[in-house]
Each structure stands twice: as C-alpha cells, then as structure tokens.
C-alpha cells in the first residue's frame, strides 16, 4: 500500500538547514494498523504530511498503491488524497453552523457527487461510527467524542483505502480516547489501513505495528499484541519475527 524509499525532507530555516525526515525505508502493507510514534520534533508528523500527500519530500521515492506521487504537480496530489486517503485530526474541524450530516457529506461536493446520494452516504458513515442518531445535531450540541466520531465519517466518507490519524485522542478523555482507538480497531478488521500518528503510549498499544522516529530516522519498527476492548488480541509469532529480525533497530 505505502512505500517509501530513501526519503528525506528539509526544511530551511534562515540560513540554516533542517533535516526533519533522513533516509527514511518504509513498507506498509494494505490492511496494516501502525502507529508512528515519537518525541516532539522527531519527525513524525512531517512523515504523516508526507503520506497524506499534505507535502513533497526534498529527496526520495513515494508509492501510494502503485502510483509515484513524489513527483506529482498539486492538483494530480490532491486528486490522490480525495480519492485514496482520509484524514483524521485532533481539532475535528468540523463546521460550526453544519449538522453532522451535512459536515459528513462536504468531500462528497468536491467529487461531483449527487445530492441524494451525498445525504445517502453520509447517513450511512455516520452510521458506521454509531451516529445515526445525532444525524442532525450540530458540533456544539455534541460530545467531543462524539465530534470525533463526525469527523472520522467525514474521513470515510469518500471510502478511502487509507486513512490516517494525526493525534486523534489528544483532545479527549481516557475514556472517550478508548472508545475510538476500540472504533479505528474495527476500521481495521473491515479491510482499512490505518497509520495514527501519536506520542501516547497508551494509543499506540491499540496498534499491530509500531514505527519509533528519532531525529528525523526510523529508531525502531516492530510488531506487537494490541489492546482489543481491554484485552490482548493475537499476533502471529512468526510475523512478528519476520519484522523484528528486519527492523533498523535489530
């Protein structure tokens, strides 16, 4: 699904340059649920603009499900993000004065898509994430879990093959954060792949797979049991050894 090949991203700061992504290899396979874990300042939420297509490594190779968009002009990447990629943030950004509904079905303008069949495919995402009864409800006559749960139908909305999370839980409870770690683990057992950007450890035990930035590198890249409702799912053993024999860190 993803493949990233020598990438490296720098930023120019005065006079000085800044490396924020170096040499980075990474292989994600269609239905993986990785986290991308990390300090402040590791990089971690350059290599997620990076993925999203949000913005072009300096050096490097990017493939999306076959296609190099590294080299693409803005309007052939926004194209790629609005029909492969969805986005969940930690600010919701939903529209004030919209329904949840109506917040749903925006992408869906930009698509061409008929009225009727944008109503009817946002009643159905909102439904997927347990909202079908707050269809009419505005953000500020919602929970903020609940505001979450519009945006991330917002996100599958457009039936991406990949989205991904930037600090999805940073502004939720513990309990509420539980709740849509438990929602992106259904996600996945539905076909999607998901990357979540996150510093939290207790986000990142949700995940099957873990990649750790340090400076800008990949630190570490391992496979591990997630947290399913409370409990420990199955990881097979000898996948986990397969990524843990290849990972940077081994």
Not at 98 to 121: E, K, T, W
Not at 131 to 141: F, Q
Not at 184 to 199: C, K, Q, Y
């Amino acid at each position: 699904m993803i493949k990233l090949e020598g990438i490296g991203k720098t930023y120019r700061l005065g006079e000085n340059d800044f490396p924020a992504l170096v040499d980075i290899d990474l292989t994600i396979e269609r239905n993986e649920y990785v986290a991308l874990t990390g300090a402040s300042g590791s990089g971690k939420s350059t290599i997620m603009n990076v993925l999203g297509c949000l913005d072009l490594p300096t050096v490097g190779r990017y493939t999306l499900d076959g296609e190099a968009v590294a080299g693409l002009d803005e309007d052939a990447l926004a194209r790629v993000r609005n029909r492969k990629i969805g986005f969940v943030f930690q600010n919701f950004y939903l529209r004030a004065r919209a329904s949840a509904l109506d917040n749903v079905a925006q992408p869906l303008i930009y698509r061409g898509v008929a009225p009727a069949q944008r109503q009817a495919r946002a009643q159905e995402a909102l439904t997927r994430v347990g909202l079908e009864h707050r269809l009419h409800h505005k953000p500020n006559e919602l929970s903020g879990g609940q505001r979450q749960r519009v945006a991330i139908a917002r996100a599958l909305v457009g039936r991406p093959e990949l989205l991904l999370a930037d600090e999805p839980t940073g502004n939720l409870d513990s309990k509420t954060a539980m709740e849509i770690m438990e929602l992106f683990g259904e996600l996945h057992l539905d076909g999607l792949t998901l990357v979540v950007v996150t510093h939290e450890p207790d986000v990142a035990a949700y995940c099957h797979r873990i990649v750790r930035l340090h400076d800008g590198r990949i630190a570490e890249d391992r496979l591990q049991t997630p947290v399913v409702s409370g409990v420990q799912s199955v990881v097979r053993a000898d996948e986990a050894a397969t990524l843990t024999a290849s990972s940077p860190a081994a």
